[in-house]
């Protein structure tokens, strides 16, 4: 599932996946550029989400919209 974020007619993608045994949180910015962070459990990839989430929202990105 993905799952974006609209601010001024940009977009940041995001996705949360399970890689070879770890879980990642993958994020694609408006101008393309990629981050990727990696975690032991699903519960650490969750809280770092939450955190994105609410660092988007403060900075005045909406979302997410959720993509299949």
Known sequence: MFYFFEKEQQYI???IKE???R???LRVEPDGAEQVE???TSQAAFAR???LQ???KHDGWFGPYGRD
């Open 49 to 51: 989400w939450q955190e």
């Open 38 to 40: 990696s975690f032991h």
């Open 19 to 21: 890689e070879a045994g």
């Open 23 to 25: 879980w990642e949180v």
């Open 54 to 56: 609410a660092g988007f």
């Open 13 to 15: 993608r995001c996705e």
